[in-house]
């Protein structure tokens, strides 16, 4: 790696050295930083569903901006009247071509920013800058691990944010106007390279995912034998099933069936439990990733009911989104006292009726086939399953034994796969790593390119 020839001290820790002849100054020096503008149910009725015209333009929130990739969904059918006003009476904020947006409250906060090449209305949980200074260098700078730092220590409240007010006074590293053209021309190839290898990585997840959801859809429906005389299940989902197969209703088969509860911050006391949420749903492989688990304070009154047992499966009822609508479930693997958040409901299965494991790959089956999409009761920006009607469905499953040979099958199978899976995600993991350690290596002056 080649570097300037001096440096000097930034006077912050998160930066480091800089080269000697770069300046530091603070964000409101070099752009204009303005929020968004929030809509009111009445808005998002109306302004839902807008097609593309020369009268309108998007209206953007956090939810429309990748994480990884920056790219920005414009036609997410939102769109605001050009000439249209707040609920201030003052026209609705505009972030101009050229300017960058970053989300700055909430779970992805700091996380989520993009570069516009167009001109955009925004929601006020973004923060927009309008550069004084190279677009491209400033968004590169807003994207580095330099910034990230420097914005963890600022986060506060309890959903966690950064005013805009404290965000004009973060301090930015400034090159030399052809420096900064430079570092953004070589780190948009850079970024393009390691972008189109992460894509190349991330499709080939996607169709080992379809592989593997394809057998699970074969086998737990009509079974390992090939040869087995069949019947039409009379459900159109499922379509012929073993004629020994026997129906079952998926609510009769459980022993207890509960909503989540949130309950309080953690307070250090004998009410305090691990609460899992759907952050922690590792739905490749089916689990809870238990590496950081919430810790919540709930009275045992609120418990009852809705204790964890090693086996459970945990159902998704509210939240999802476009890529991954809800109703996931998940098994519930260890034998820690724990609860589910108010966003799952947790069953347990009466394996003297159904194996659990088999009830499990049956959801992952209506879930790729998308049947959850039927129980769907979105009357807000949330979606929320109808749980109680998911599970009065009917399914068709044979012998306990059987059930347990399937089970075994899919195991073996589905572990394969999650094994490849694993290893492309750890690849993609990687080239992200190494992308965000590029971009901050060449805009604090680390790297040189020029």
Not at 135 to 157: A, H, P, V
Not at 408 to 435: F, M, P, S, V, W
Request: charged share 30%; hydrophobic share 30%; net charge positive.
């Amino acid at each position: 790696m080649v570097g300037y020839s001096k440096y000097k001290y930034s006077g912050f820790s998160w930066i480091g050295d800089i080269p000697e002849h770069w300046d530091i100054k603070r964000t409101k020096y070099v752009a204009k930083l303005y929020n968004g503008d929030s809509l009111n149910d009445e808005q998002k009725n109306a302004y839902s569903d807008f097609s593309e015209s020369d009268e309108t333009i998007p209206y953007i929130a956090s939810k429309d901006i990748d994480k990884d990739s920056c790219s920005v969904d414009y036609l997410n059918g939102t769109r605001i009247p050009k000439k249209e006003k707040n609920t201030s009476g003052r026209p609705f904020s505009k972030a101009p071509a050229g300017s960058s947006l970053l989300c700055i409250e909430g779970g992805s906060a700091g996380k989520k920013r993009c570069i516009l090449d167009r001109e955009v209305n925004f929601v006020n949980k973004l923060c927009c800058f309008v550069p004084k200074i190279n677009g491209k260098f400033m968004f590169y700078y807003i994207c580095s691990n330099s910034y990230w730092e420097n914005f963890k220590q600022n986060l506060q409240g309890m959903i966690g944010g950064v005013t805009v007010t404290k965000l004009g006074t973060f301090p930015i590293p400034i090159p030399t106007d052809s420096e900064q053209k430079a570092i953004s021309d070589y780190l948009d190839a850079e970024c393009k390279k390691i972008d189109d290898l992460i894509a190349k990585e991330e499709r080939r997840v996607k169709l080992i995912e379809e592989t593997k959801l394809s057998i699970i859809t074969k086998v737990i429906t009509k079974g390992l034998t090939a040869s087995a005389s069949m019947k039409d299940s009379g459900v159109p989902w499922v379509g012929k099933v073993p004629s020994s197969w026997k129906r079952h209703r998926i609510k009769y088969d459980l022993i207890r069936s509960a909503a989540g509860v949130w309950g309080e911050e953690e307070k250090g006391n004998d009410d305090d439990i691990v609460c899992y949420r759907i952050a922690d749903y590792d739905y490749s492989k089916g689990i809870l990733d238990n590496d950081n688990p919430t810790v919540r304070n709930i009275p045992a009154k609120d418990r009852q009911g809705r204790l964890l047992k090693n086996g459970d499966l945990l159902i998704e009822k509210s939240g999802g989104g476009d890529i991954w609508p809800v109703g996931r479930v998940v098994r519930y693997n260890y034998d820690i006292e724990a609860v589910s958040s108010n966003f799952i409901h947790s069953i347990t299965v009466d394996e003297r009726k159904i194996d659990k494991n088999f009830l499990y790959y049956y959801f992952r089956f209506l879930y790729a086939n998308k049947v959850n999409l039927l129980y769907f009761n979105q009357t807000t920006g949330i979606q929320n399953l109808k749980v109680s009607a998911y599970l009065s469905q009917s399914l068709y499953a044979p012998e306990l034994s059987e059930q347990r040979e399937i089970v075994e099958y899919l195991n073996k199978e589905c572990g394969a796969y999650d094994a490849t899976i694993d290893k492309a995600n750890q690849q993609i993991d990687l080239l992200k790593e190494y992308k965000q350690s590029l971009i901050t290596e060449v805009v604090t002056g680390k790297r040189k390119v020029c």
